[in-house]
């Protein structure tokens, strides 16, 4: 979280922006931008997606060291994580370089885990490595079971519902690129 902290903090003052200034364009309180440049304030992915915005920068900016261009990612770099408020676990598969465009990343679905619908620029691809999830888009329903795949425009209203008692993981390559 520190890295996320310190960039934060390195745009607004390369931009020459103040934290009223940071506010004004992301509907965020200034105390609470200052608790975050802090390091003092938790900070949900929709909070980072407004202040990458107001930035002009990808979220992934945040997590990234300056230089820090690899293209391979050992299985122990690979970092599993929530976000705010979500039971869904994310590991990140992805190299990093500029213009990387595709998001690829392993997603643990809790057991009976219910995802609301939701709809954005981009495509969406699943391998089910484990498991059977109910995928809806659209109007249409799929049962997705373990070895099937599904790749469907994300614009078009979709949401996934683990189906068993047992974790879901799914192999996820989504675009555009989110961290």
Known sequence: MEEVCNEIRRLRQSRGYTLKDLS???ELS????S?????????AITSLKKIADA????IRQ???AE?????MLKQEEQKPFRLEGS????TRLNGEFDGRRLEPMMVTLAPKMKQNPDSHQGEEFYYVLKGTVLIKVGDREYVVREGD???FPSTVPHCWENLLDEEAVLLSIVTPAVF
């Open 55 to 58: 930035f002009g920068v990808p």
């Open 67 to 71: 230089n820090n261009f690899n293209y």
């Open 62 to 64: 945040f997590f990234l």
């Open 30 to 33: 200034v105390s609470f931008l």
């Open 35 to 43: 608790q975050v440049e802090r390091g003092t304030s938790s900070l």
């Open 87 to 90: 039971s869904v676990l994310y």
């Open 24 to 26: 004004e364009r992301t």
């Open 149 to 151: 795949t599904i790749h």
